[in-house]
């Protein structure tokens, strides 16, 4: 009832099309009624005139029967076109509010959760419940019309082999709601079972590169095969339950056609039933037995739609851990001064912190870097600016305000960041350099790009800007990815800007070459870069040392090196390598 009252008000919208599509189911019914009804009548009327009356007759009634099944037509039409579409439509819905709630979601989310899983819950869940949403209510209203109508005009014909017929389908309604408690959990286990597939396919694929450098194939099939196999096992017992369910009910149904004969002949044998009307009566059988088939059937439709939308549920009820406050504030005229007050942070409460009281300012207009080991701490501090996670003690404040009372919009508005690992859209060169800037003319992005020192490279391209870069940049070098990326955030034109190891996956003369386009990017805007190779930083007007026990040095780079301490440790090192 919970899940009723959470899909109901999918409908809303299209409220007019579901009314006339029942109106419309219900005259389908409404003429399958009619047809054995009127053999019924004929019998004991029309057929018993003289030749020429019956000729006459029929003529005027065939003129009839097909005006009505030319009806019949146009309604069967309207709930197969329309209700479909009703049914896309509200699949299309859940899929968009689906994706606009995955993409509120921080960070953290997508750390404990896995793609494969979401794109299952994104595609194959929503079709079953676009099913279900135009079968469902057409189905159970067509059956309970057709029930009713026939169980009337049946008790009208025979009391008591009607009766007998009622009481075998409450044993078979008794039986199919026991077992469908059981198909319920089968099918939800599918559904589970189906996004692990999906898991596994978009792990290996997603990473074929890997596989294919260290011949991994035989792992991956290995890998893929467990969750085959487990998605196989959750079929055998979905079709266990189901064959037993299906039997079941033809089990009952070969009762009634039993009890129609037996009691029919003993009915016959007193005087009460004439041959003809148990001729019609088994006409009857059919058109009362069909709806208990659909409603057995769609048992099936419910269970995978119920699945699907609970899994959609449960994604919709997360409440994301970072939202805007009711009276978040829009960042207007960023100057660029940045403040880390006594922030501390973990990923999970029951985690050890990643950061312990960290104090640091940064001035507008200022470099300065950030270095230190690998689990230090260095990109965390830095994903904390942008709010890609909430600090768990402190402020991080922007131009003197706190990032948790800024719109998220506003506050990543002002933030540039270019990364050591590139993501790259599967379109062309001018829509990645364009996603700095929405709606950017291509004046703009060709300035950008020169900026970048990357307009030659894109103008030597077969198709210019308009070459396509394959997915995740897989057409273009390391070099160019970057540089891509850099004239993003030219084309963005931020106040603040973030290096987060931004030349280390590089080798050194593309880096050299990355080196000056980052030196121009960073002309004049606040820039916090985190780094690896040391001889990169040496002119940031501070440079901090931290590890996982807080900030140890600070200075520049000359101060550093006269202090003889961790910084002057790592640079020698570096040095003694070169």
Known sequence: MDLLKKFIPYYKPYI???????VAASILSVIDLVFPQLLRVLRGTLFLETPDKIISGVIKL???????YTVRFLCKHYVTYQGHMMGARMESGMRSDLFEKFEQFSFSYYDKNNTGEMMSKLVSDLF?????AHHGPENIFISVVKLIGSFIILMTMNVPMTLILAVIVCCMAVFSFRQNGIMRKTFFDNRKKIAGINSSLQDTLGGIRVVKSFTGEDIEKEKFDRSNEAFLESKKANYKTMALFFSGNNFFDGLMYIAVIFFGGIFIAKGTLSVEDLAVYALYINVFIAPVHILIEFTEQLQKGAAGFQRFRDVMDVVPEIQDAPDAEVLTDCKGDVDYEDVSFSYDEDEERVLSHIDLHVDAGKRIAIVGPSG???STLCSLLPRFYDVTKGAVKVDGKDVRKLTQKSLRGVIGIVQQDVYLFNGTVRENIAYGKQGASLDEIIDAAKKADLHDFISSLPNGYDTLVGERGARLSGGQKQRISIARVFLKNPPILILDEATSALDNESE??????????????TTITIAHRLSTIRNADEIIVLDSDGIQEKGNHKELLAKDGIYAKYYKMQVGEA
């Open 62 to 68: 065939a003129i009839l029967l097909l005006l009505m």
């Open 128 to 132: 079953d419940i676009s099913e279900l």
């Open 16 to 22: 007019g099309v579901f009314l006339l599509d029942l």
């Open 512 to 525: 050299r070459y990355i080196q000056q386009s980052l030196d121009k990017l960073s002309d004049g805007r």
């Open 376 to 378: 230090g701490g260095k």
